[in-house]
């Protein structure tokens, strides 16, 4: 049964209100509209000419972790993303070493995309 905030020790104060919208426009931005194009010669090579394949691979992984993200934000409905579900689950070192981990890689995979698109 998912908890509610407070018995996760918080008060709730703001409105939760993110839409579907709001989301997949904050996908393109972090991702990117060129970022496929900066990779694209990189996948053809490593996938034989299969592009397509792959990038259907990759949205079967996406879509496993969006799902996954759901469940996690179901039962910790906390801020914190992957340090709070982590921490909540694996312990406290877990959660600092994962949010860290995340932190980086929103900093430097948006800095790589933008450096490597033409």
Same mark, same amino acid.
């Given at each position: #049964?998912?908890?509610?905030?407070?018995?996760? $020790?918080?008060?709730?104060? +703001?409105?939760?209100? &993110? !839409?579907?919208?709001? @989301?997949?426009?904050?996908?393109?931005?972090?991702?990117?509209?060129?970022?496929?194009?900066?990779?694209?010669?990189?996948?053809?090579?490593?996938?034989?000419? #299969?592009?397509?394949?792959?990038?259907?691979? $990759?949205?079967?992984?996406? +879509?496993?972790?969006? &799902? !996954?993200?759901?469940? @996690?934000?179901?039962?910790?409905?906390?801020?914190?993303?992957?340090?709070?579900?982590?921490?909540?689950?694996?312990?406290?070192?877990?959660?600092?070493?994962?949010?860290?981990?995340?932190?980086?890689?929103?900093?430097?995979?948006?800095? +790589?995309?933008?450096?490597?698109?033409?």
């Amino acid at each position: #049964m998912p908890a509610n905030v407070e018995s996760l $020790g918080y008060k709730q104060e +703001l409105k939760r209100s &993110l !839409s579907l919208t709001d @989301l997949i426009v904050y996908g393109l931005v972090f991702i990117v509209p060129g970022a496929p194009i900066s990779v694209y010669g990189i996948v053809f090579n490593a996938s034989h000419g #299969m592009v397509p394949l792959i990038y259907l691979v $990759g949205l079967a992984a996406m +879509l496993f972790t969006a &799902l !996954s993200y759901r469940e @996690l934000s179901r039962e910790f409905p906390v801020a914190g993303s992957v340090y709070a579900y982590a921490g909540y689950s694996l312990g406290p070192v877990a959660g600092f070493l994962a949010g860290w981990a995340i932190l980086l890689d929103y900093l430097l995979v948006p800095t +790589l995309t933008y450096v490597s698109v033409p």
